[in-house]
Structure formats: C-alpha cells, structure tokens
C-alpha cells in the first residue's frame, strides 16, 4: 500500500509567496492525516490533486493559529460538499472549545466533527497502523505525532514452500500472510517455515514546533521519515531556543540521535527566502537531509535493509 | 495617484488550485483598501507583490465564511510584524462580533482595531474620495461598495492664462488646483477662466454576493470598473436565484443599466474550471466584460471621456 507525504505548507508563522503555513498530509490507502492545518491547507490540498477522503483525520500539534487557522476553511468546505462521513479531529487539550467556536461560525454541518484532546501515548489505532503522540518542548503544550505501521509478514521464500511439499496457490498466499496451514498429508506448515523474519512496517514522526527535545527523539526512533521544526539557522540559535523553536543543525541532531532514515526540514522562517544555509548546517550533522518545500511528495517504501541503511 | 485594482481571490464559496476565496485589493497611492477577506488573502497579497501598508482598511460585504476566513491569518500576521497603526475594519452587523472573536484567538496585539459595523450610506471619507456602501441581495445582509474620488480640478489651457497675463509659475499651479490668484495689476483670475469642466474622479464599485439589485445599479452608476458577483452560468440561473447569487448575463444587465465602462465577473463558483463560457454569455449583454482571474491587476485610468466611452 502506498503511504505517500505530501508537505502542504512549509513555513512558519506567517506565510510566503513560495511557502504555505504549516501542513502535511500523509495518505495511505483511501485514508488522509492532515497534520496540523494552517490557512489554505483546503486550496492546497487541491493544488496537490489530493481533495478530500472520506476517511479523513486531523491531527494538531497546537493551537497557534498558523497551526489551525486553516480549519474553519476546511470544515465550511466539507459541509458545502454534503460531507456525511464524521472529521475526527485530534488534538491537545484546546481543541475542542477551537473546534466548537469553528463550527458555531460554520453553521449547521450535515456530518458529525468528533473531537478527541490528546496527550502523550495511543492517539490511534487503526486496521494495521498506530498513532502515537508524545510532547515536544515549544512555548504552549505541543504534541510530535509519530505514524507506525505495524509489523508485515517476512519474506516468503517459494524454494523452502515447494521443498515442504506445499503446493503453489492458494496455501502460498496463506502463508505469505503469516497463517499456518495443514497439507493432504496432515502436515502443519507455519509461515516460520517458509518465510524470513517479520518486517518492519513504516514510520513517519512530525515534530511540530519544538526545541530540540529527548521526547521526540525517543518518538522517532528509527523512522524512515522524520520531519522537525527548523525555523531557523545558527544565526538565530537563541531566538530558536526563546521562541521554542529548532535550528537546523538541531534537527539534524535529533535526527542522527534516533537514528531516522530521513529528515525533513520545515517551519522555515520567512526571513530565509533562500533556506539553503539551512539544508547546509543540517547535512554537516546528518547527510540525509531535505529542505521541504511546498507540495513536494515523498513516498515512503517499506525498507527491507536494517534500520540506518539507506534504501528508498 | 495610481488606483489599481488586484483581484487576489475570484472564486465563490471554495478555492480551486486557480482561484482564491473572495478578496479584492484596492490600492490608491500609501493606502490599501481590502474588501473581503476570505482565507488565504494573506498570501495573496504576498504573492502580488504589495504586502501590508500602514493606511488598511477592511471592508467586509458579509459575515460569510469563504468572504472573512482570511481575517484571522491578516491579523495574527500583523501582530507577528508589530505593527503600531490601528487596522479599520468595517462591515455589516455582527461584525465587531467576529473581530473580537478572531481577537482573542490571536491573543494581545500591539495595535487597535477598530470596527465601525456600517448601513448603506457613507461609510468613510478620506481627504478626496468617500466610501458609500447599499445592501446587496444575497441570503444574508450583504453589503456592495464604491470606492469614490471627489471631482479634479477641469484641465488647464496654458494660452488661457498667457492670454489674461497670468505669469508662468506658482499663480498656474494655484490655478490648477482650483483656488483663484491675483495678479500685480489687482487683476483677479478664477479657475474656470483657465480651466475647462470638472473631471470627474474615479469609481470602482464591489457588489459583493447578490442577485441582480437595482441598489448595485444605483451605486454603480457610471463606475469606471464595476466588479460584480458571478458565481454561475445561465444553466444555473434558478440556483443563482435560490442562493442569492448572479449569473453572468444578469451581472452584465446591471453593468449596462449603470452604463459602466468595464465590468469584471468574480465570485465563479468552482464548477466552472474553465469559466470562458461565462463570459461568452456576458459580452453578448455587455461588451465591455472581463472574466477577473486572480492575480489579476487593473490600473484605472482618470477618464478625459464622456461616461459610456471606453478610455482606459
């Protein structure tokens, strides 16, 4: 399954020609997780070619308003399109009074806005993923999101089926999907017998606005794709650490503390119109780093190497 | 003075990848007038090149979502850049209601703003030129607005004053500007002896959402750019009615009525991808018609022409 993201605004604060407030998508399947939704999250999500899902979730890290300012936008449209299907919406402590006062000014809504304050741990469990939140360290109560897909069944090796004398077809698939199965014979063939180790599933972790902190680092262990807050450069470390923000070569740090695949950077200042210093501090500390720009995508492969090779 | 026009967002109801929800920039030398302000203006206005100015005023036609949802973002951004001068904002009732709401989501701001919630009538008088607002016909009450210059002086004939031995130098600028002087001989000479007929100042005319209205003909009368509500085609035409909005022909029925000399359609409802059709059906009422697209900009020119001719 595809599990695509797609940065839907990069910026921090306030918004640039070249950069959107903050928002990232990240669509697996038929299913969309807005992360964060700064003003014109709706029209870019449209420049995307994305639209809407009807399995839609929108996670908050805060309640700044370049974070949300974007949801009555989102929530007006839904409702001019018949919407039917309920908007989980996730957040931290807050969000539901933001919530309320959005949809008193929409009017009546013809779906339902499930709302569901957060905090660090479970935020959701889907069919075959896990949503966890822990705390960054900003200047109001700020959640990192971390997306995990579970586990996926080993490598199936068809040499080690055919040797156990199961035949090709269906047993095959049974197998592959991590079910035993019981041959004419009478003999119990286990997925083990046939298959390599389970296989890691996927994971995405998005900081929100931070300062470099332990608990999003333990939260991006190991991810494939890590995006952090790097509104600024070196030049403005203290301003990053009074405002409860990161630098660049902060994130990058946190980045090679967990040992992540990939970093993104994002919340650029807009005083960088060029944010290439940026990229350059980050890749000194950690080399797989990418400035995020605007409606750039990223598909995330399941890996099969060991965490810390590279290999999408 | 320069007077243009930037239509920074043309769409109604919902943004498209191509058009904005609903602003209109009107820019007269230092002061910058924004009617509507629905999300993503902010940008816009980046993207056009004028950011923020000191002289701002707001003018909200009506408290629909898609026309004020940029609102919040304008003034959080203004906060984040300490500005100092008050911000006007001026619109029907119930929208000192929404300033203060979007107020206390932003939290304290360095600068005062100030609501004046306004009827038809005039609605501010600046040094020369007057705002006048009348209600619209929408599904709420829905203010259109004209944005007015007071009269210049008529245009000066140089061998007029050699003529009447008035000495070339401060006595014609004086002349010029409309005041009397008086020569060396007690020789008194008024402008009209040097100066044709008043000309007229500019009119650019916002109709906000509404269905087809005699108060919009009314204000419009003889504008030199008439902007009106175009959400539909006349295969919409009932929907129009229904929802209190114009087809294309109607908009152009009202620019003729109030022998405009240009018109611009806005507010083109998301179905139409490709709006061409609209103004198909516009210019065969009116020929004078521009299909608006955003980041369009018009300068309007001072009209030396009788009303009715086309000079810019």
């Known amino acids: 399954m595809e599990l695509k993201v797609v940065f839907l605004g990069t910026s921090g604060s306030m918004p640039t020609p070249e950069r959107n ?8 399947g038929r299913e969309l997780f807005l992360f964060d939704v700064g003003e014109g999250t709706q029209r870019q999500l ?57 949809i008193r ?4 809504l013809p779906f339902k806005v499930v709302v569901k304050e957060v ?13 966890y939140a822990a705390w960054a360290d900003h200047s ?10 579970d586990e996926r069944p080993g490598r199936f090796y068809p040499e080690r089926a055919r040797a156990l004398g199961v035949p090709e077809g269906p047993l095959w698939k049974k197998l592959q999907s991590g079910k035993p199965v019981i041959l004419t014979t009478g003999k119990v063939v286990k997925p083990e017998d046939v298959c390599g180790p389970k296989r890691p599933g996927r994971k995405v972790v998005y900081s929100g606005d931070t300062r470099p902190c332990d608990s999003v680092v333990r939260l991006a262990e190991g991810a494939d794709v890590l995006i952090h807050d790097s ?10 650490l009074e405002d409860g ?6 994130a990058a740090e946190v980045a090679k503390k967990a040992g992540v695949l990939k ?50």
Chains 1, 2 share one sequence.
């Open 21 to 28: 407030l903050p928002s990232i998508a990240l669509r697996r």
């Open 46 to 102: 449209l420049k995307a070619g994305m639209g809407f899902k009807q399995k839609m979730y929108i996670l908050i890290t805060h309640l700044h308003l370049d974070h949300v300012s974007g949801l009555p936008g989102i929530i007006h449209t839904l409702s001019l399109l018949q919407r039917k299907a309920p908007l989980m919406v996730f957040g931290p402590p807050g969000t539901l009074e933001y919530v309320r006062s959005t």
């Open 105 to 108: 000014r929409v009017g009546n």
């Open 119 to 131: 905090s660090a741990g479970v935020v959701l469990r889907g069919p075959d993923y896990t949503v």
């Open 140 to 149: 109001c109560p700020c959640l990192a999101y971390a997306f995990v897909e």
């Open 231 to 240: 509104t600024f450069g070196e030049d403005m470390a203290d301003r990053a």
């Open 245 to 250: 923000h990161s630098t660049a070569s902060q």
């Open 263 to 312: 970093l993104y950077l994002t919340h650029i200042s807009p005083r960088y119109r060029d944010a290439t210093p940026l990229l350059e501090e980050a890749v000194k500390v950690f080399p797989f780093t990418t400035l995020a720009e605007d409606l750039m995508e990223v598909d995330v492969k399941f890996r099969e190497t060991p965490v810390g090779e590279e290999c999408t």
